[in-house]
């Protein structure tokens, strides 16, 4: 399974490598293509194993102690509403990773923040085709981040697999009429602004070039005509 984790604060980092926080410590490395590196992305495989029509219940996927640091990095992303993003199939999926709760309550040292430990990946299914897929945070699975305390995590996620009479044709169809999906919201400056450059540099060397050959042109036309006029006299 290919993972991207993706946030709405217009950046992206690997798979659960929150600001240098990596809950995956043994996840490979995906090979980007062009369109990918230009997108701003970065892939990896995540551990999740998500066999055909096989549904899975609570399967723990590793451990992971955070450190302080760890927790104050997390109520961050949690704060600006970070969520990740996956690809199964080549179908994406989005989840938030934790939640704050305020209760009513104005001042932030209120709040409580949590970090969900569960994912429920639900896939609809035609005959032996993959037509669907979403992805659910269980909101009675979280462990609670609010202190600056280090924490003991477990990360589990469980499969359910649903036929449906969707036609594997039209399974990109709620994607391309949605106008709301997380992925509209990242804006990837760095990757627009280092197209940008490296196009007006490229435009600078051929003009360069482009000068010095129609120079030498002129040079050489200038000199045909004095020795034409030469000639004449």
């Not at 217009?10 to 995956?24: G, M, W």
Request: with cysteine.
């Amino acid at each position: 399974m290919t993972q991207r984790v993706s946030f709405n604060a217009t950046r992206s980092h690997k798979s659960c490598s929150l600001l240098s926080l990596s809950i995956f410590d043994h996840a490979k490395e995906k090979k980007e293509a062009l369109g990918e590196v230009l997108n701003g992305d970065q892939l990896i495989s995540a551990p999740y194993e998500l066999k055909f029509k096989d549904d899975k219940d609570s399967i723990s996927v590793c451990n992971k102690k955070l450190t302080k640091e760890d927790v104050k990095k997390l109520r961050s992303a949690f704060e600006k509403d970070y969520y990740f993003q996956m690809y199964y199939d080549d179908l994406p999926i989005w989840g938030f990773i934790g939640k704050v709760v305020k209760e009513g309550k104005c001042d932030p040292s209120d709040f409580k923040y949590y970090l969900y430990k569960h994912i429920v990946f639900e896939i609809l299914y035609n005959k032996d085709r993959v037509v669907e897929i979403n992805a659910r945070m269980d909101p009675h699975s979280v462990v609670d981040v609010t202190e600056d305390t280090e924490v003991d995590v477990e990360f589990m996620y469980a499969v359910k697999w649903k036929e449906t009479d969707t036609l594997f044709e039209k399974r990109m169809d709620k994607y391309s009429m949605s106008s709301s999906l997380p992925h509209h919201l990242e804006i990837h400056w760095f990757s627009i602004i280092n197209s940008c450059v490296t196009v007006l540099l490229l435009t600078g060397f051929l003009a360069t070039i482009l000068m010095r050959v129609l120079k030498n042109d002129f040079v050489k036309y200038a000199q045909d005509e004095e020795a034409a006029d030469d000639q004449e006299r």
